[in-house]
C-alpha cells in the first residue's frame, strides 16, 4: 500500500508564508514526478508546481516567483514552499505523486486559507 501524507496547511493572513509537506510510505520503490495541486470551492483542481526526479520544475503562472516545489528523494517527500500568500491562493492544496511501479497517487488534501 502507498500513503501520501500532508502537511503544513493552516489559516495565515495575505503576504505571509506557509510550506507544505508531502511524505510517501509504503511499497513504493521511488518517485519519478512529484507535484503540487489546488482546488478551490466551485472550481476545477488545477496544479500548482509539479518537479521531477532530476530536479526540473514547472509553476502555474499564478505562482511564479511566490512558490518553490523542492524535493528529498531519500525520504520520499516533496515540499511547497509559499511566500506572499494573496487570498485566491485560498484552496485545498493535494500532493500528487507518480510513482515508478506503483502508478500515480493522490494525498488527502490540506486547506490552506489566506485572509485579506
Known amino acids: 500500500q502507498v500513503q501520501l501524507v500532508e502537511s503544513g496547511g493552516d489559516l495565515v493572513q495575505a503576504g505571509g508564508s506557509l510550506r507544505l509537506s508531502c511524505a510517501a510510505s509504503?511499497?513504493?520503490?521511488?518517485?519519478?514526478?512529484m507535484g503540487w495541486y489546488r482546488q478551490a470551492p466551485g472550481k476545477q483542481r488545477e496544479l500548482v508546481a509539479i518537479?521531477?526526479?532530476?530536479?526540473?520544475?514547472t509553476y502555474a503562472d499564478s505562482v511564479k516567483g511566490r512558490f518553490t516545489i523542492s524535493r528529498d528523494n531519500d525520504k520520499n517527500t516533496v515540499y511547497l514552499q509559499m511566500n506572499s500568500l494573496k487570498p485566491e491562493d485560498t484552496a485545498v492544496y493535494y500532493c500528487?505523486?507518480?510513482?515508478?511501479?506503483?502508478?500515480?497517487?493522490w494525498g488527502q488534501g490540506t486547506q490552506v486559507t489566506v485572509s485579506s
Open positions: 500528487n505523486v507518480e510513482f515508478f511501479i506503483v502508478g500515480i497517487h
Open positions: 509504503g511499497t513504493i520503490f521511488g518517485a519519478k514526478n
Open positions: 518537479i521531477n526526479r532530476g530536479g526540473s520544475t
